[in-house]
């Protein structure tokens, strides 16, 4: 594991910030301990041409974070009970996000487990957006964050390289619009990515 990204890696198309995504490290230090989750699937989203993103229909309070600059955290509520988190990406001003779907937890087991005690295994405890930010201990309190300040609660940083060769695409999650983008990305042979339901009936 090596430093924090930078915005400048960033600040460019959500699609291709989604694969540079898989293998890198989400840190949140926060009072009641440190845990580190390495990145294994994510999806991405733009903005005015993607039906499925929350900036389809334009700026709102909700979405503001969206819209840069990039290295920023997107935290949203949903369905009434569980928090997302999204990296920004693109330029300041141009809305695109990716959305952490899952990943490993690499350091702070024993924080993770006590956050999400219903987890059957270590595999379990981020697999799945509303699991991983559970074990990360982010809520809208970390909305807007900068990932890519040192100083920063939550932090990303790059991580061990990953081989294109081992990156697999296909389309995203339970979405209700846009349902065969390609624009889920994941590490192949990872236990802890989702089970792939294609979406139709309800939206992000």
Do not use: Q
């Not at 090596?2 to 291709?16: F, H, K, Q, S, Y």
């Not at 059957?120 to 964050?145: F, I, W």
């Amino acid at each position: 594991m090596t430093g924090p990204i930078t915005r400048a890696e960033l600040a460019i198309d959500p699609v291709e910030a989604a694969r540079r995504l898989i293998g890198c490290v989400l840190e949140s230090d926060l009072p009641d301990g440190v845990v580190r989750v390495r990145l294994t699937e994510v999806e991405a989203y733009r903005g005015g041409d993607d039906p499925a993103s929350h900036c389809y229909r334009g700026r709102t309070a909700r979405n503001e974070v969206m819209f840069g600059p990039a290295g920023h955290l997107y935290v949203y509520f949903v369905y009434g009970m569980h928090f997302c988190a999204n990296v920004v990406a693109l330029t300041d001003g141009v809305p695109g996000a990716v959305l952490l779907r899952a990943g490993e937890v690499v350091s702070g087991v024993d924080v993770a487990t006590r956050r999400r005690p219903s987890a059957r295994s270590t595999t379990e405890l981020a697999k799945g957006p509303a699991r991983l930010t559970g074990v990360l201990g982010l809520d809208r309190r970390h909305n807007g964050v900068d990932l890519t300040d040192p100083d920063s609660p939550v932090r990303l940083l790059t991580g061990d390289p990953v081989s294109p060769t081992d990156i697999r695409v296909g389309p995203r999650i339970g979405v209700a619009v846009a349902m065969d983008v390609p624009w889920r990305f994941w590490l192949s042979g990872s236990p802890t990515v989702s089970t792939y339901r294609r979406g139709g009936k309800r939206a992000r």
